[in-house]
C-alpha cells in the first residue's frame, strides 16, 4: 500500500523560508510525478509545484513562480518544496501527491495523496 507522508510545515514569520519534504512507502519504483497542492481555509485545493521524473522537468503555478522550487530524489521517491519569500496569502494546508499514469497534465489525475502539513505564514 503506497503512502505519502509530508513533514517540515509549522508557523513561519512573512519572508521565511520554509522546507517541505514528502516520502512515499509502499512502491518499489519511481512515480511518473510527483507534486505539491495546498489548500487555504474557505478555499479549493489549488496546484502548487510538480516535478516529472523522466525528464526532470518541473511545472509552478504562477503565484509561487521565483519563490518556490520543487526537487526531489526519484529513486528513493522522495521529493521537497523550496518554500522561500513567504506571504500570508500562502497559508494552507500543503500536500503531497504522486501518479503513475503518464499524462500530460502537472495539476491533475495523481493517484496517491497524502495526509497534508500545515503552513502557516504570520504578517
Known amino acids: 500500500q503506497v503512502q505519502l507522508v509530508e513533514s517540515g510545515g509549522g508557523l513561519v514569520q512573512t519572508g521565511g523560508s520554509p522546507r517541505l519534504s514528502c516520502a512515499a512507502s509502499?512502491?518499489?519504483?519511481?512515480?511518473?510525478?510527483m507534486g505539491w497542492f495546498r489548500q487555504a481555509p474557505g478555499k479549493e485545493r489549488e496546484f502548487v509545484a510538480a516535478?516529472?521524473?523522466?525528464?526532470?522537468?518541473?511545472d509552478y503555478a504562477n503565484s509561487v513562480k521565483g519563490r518556490f522550487t520543487i526537487s526531489g530524489d526519484s529513486a528513493n521517491n522522495t521529493v521537497y518544496l523550496q518554500m522561500n519569500s513567504l506571504k500570508p496569502e500562502d497559508t494552507a494546508v500543503y500536500y503531497c501527491?504522486?501518479?503513475?499514469?503518464?499524462?500530460?497534465?502537472?495539476?491533475?489525475?495523481?493517484?496517491?495523496w497524502g495526509q497534508g502539513t500545515q503552513v502557516t505564514v504570520s504578517s
Open positions: 509502499g512502491r518499489s519504483f519511481s512515480f511518473y510525478m
Open positions: 516535478i516529472r521524473w523522466n525528464q526532470g522537468s518541473t
Open positions: 501527491a504522486a501518479k503513475s499514469t503518464k499524462t500530460t497534465s502537472w495539476s491533475s489525475v495523481y493517484d496517491y
